[in-house]
C-alpha cells in the first residue's frame, strides 16, 4: 500500500461457507447446487422490451416478531420494510442502503430511460434456508407462478 494504490480484496463466499458448516459439526462440507444442464433459457425479446421482476433474500421479518422462513410477494412500494438483519457477512458489507438488495428506484431509472421494458409490480422474497431440494421442489416453482401473474420475462436474483 505504500504506492498509493488501493488493492480490493473478495470475500470467498465459498470457503466462508464451508469453514461455517464446518464450525457448526456438519460432517460433510456443503455441496452447491449444479446442474448438467443450465435451467435458463435465451431471452425471446431485448432487455428494452421485456419486464424484469427481482427476487431477493432479505425478508419481510420486523425487529421485534419472529422471522417465518416462507416466500412471499410484496408490492415494490413495501421495499424499505425488509428485514435485513440475518444471514449476511457484517464484515464484507452492509445494508444501510436497501438499493443493494432490492434495487426498486434504479430500475425504474432504466425503464425511464429506455434500457428496460418494465418493473413488475411486485418482487419475490425467498427464505434463507438454503435448501437445495426445497429450492427445486417448492419455492423455485412458487416464484415462477407469481413471475407469470406478474408477466415477468427476466429475474434479477440478488442474494443478502
Given at each position: 500500500?505504500?504506492?498509493?494504490?488501493?488493492?480490493?480484496?473478495y470475500?470467498?463466499?465459498?470457503?466462508?461457507?464451508?469453514?461455517?458448516?464446518?464450525?457448526?459439526?456438519?460432517?460433510?462440507?456443503y455441496?452447491?447446487?449444479?446442474?448438467?444442464?443450465?435451467?435458463?433459457?435465451?431471452?425471446?425479446?431485448?432487455?428494452?422490451?421485456?419486464?424484469?421482476?427481482?427476487?431477493?433474500?432479505?425478508?419481510?421479518?420486523?425487529r421485534?416478531?419472529?422471522?417465518d422462513?416462507?416466500?412471499?410477494?410484496?408490492?415494490?412500494?413495501?421495499?424499505?420494510?425488509?428485514?435485513?438483519e440475518?444471514?449476511?457477512?457484517?464484515?464484507?458489507?452492509?445494508?444501510?442502503?436497501?438499493?443493494?438488495y432490492?434495487?426498486?428506484?434504479?430500475?425504474?431509472?432504466?425503464?425511464?430511460?429506455?434500457?428496460?421494458?418494465?418493473?413488475?409490480?411486485?418482487?419475490?422474497?425467498?427464505?434463507?434456508?438454503?435448501?437445495?431440494?426445497?429450492?427445486?421442489?417448492?419455492?423455485?416453482?412458487?416464484?415462477?407462478r407469481w413471475?407469470?401473474?406478474?408477466?415477468?420475462?427476466?429475474?434479477l436474483?440478488?442474494?443478502?
Amino acid at each position: 500500500m505504500g504506492n498509493g494504490r488501493i488493492h480490493r480484496s473478495y470475500v470467498s463466499y465459498i470457503d466462508k461457507s464451508r469453514n461455517y458448516y464446518q464450525a457448526h459439526g456438519y460432517e460433510q462440507p456443503y455441496q452447491w447446487a449444479h446442474y448438467d444442464e443450465v435451467p435458463f433459457q435465451k431471452m425471446q425479446k431485448m432487455m428494452q422490451e421485456s419486464r424484469i421482476g427481482i427476487v431477493t433474500t432479505a425478508d419481510q421479518g420486523k425487529r421485534d416478531s419472529p422471522r417465518d422462513k416462507k416466500l412471499f410477494v410484496a408490492p415494490n412500494t413495501e421495499a424499505a420494510h425488509l428485514f435485513t438483519e440475518k444471514s449476511w457477512d457484517r464484515e464484507a458489507t452492509h445494508t444501510d442502503d436497501s438499493e443493494t438488495y432490492l434495487p426498486v428506484a434504479r430500475l425504474e431509472e432504466l425503464v425511464e430511460a429506455g434500457r428496460l421494458g418494465s418493473l413488475s409490480p411486485r418482487f419475490y422474497g425467498v427464505p434463507t434456508d438454503y435448501s437445495q431440494r426445497l429450492t427445486r421442489e417448492q419455492d423455485a416453482p412458487q416464484i415462477e407462478r407469481w413471475m407469470r401473474e406478474d408477466n415477468v420475462e427476466a429475474a434479477l436474483l440478488i442474494a443478502l
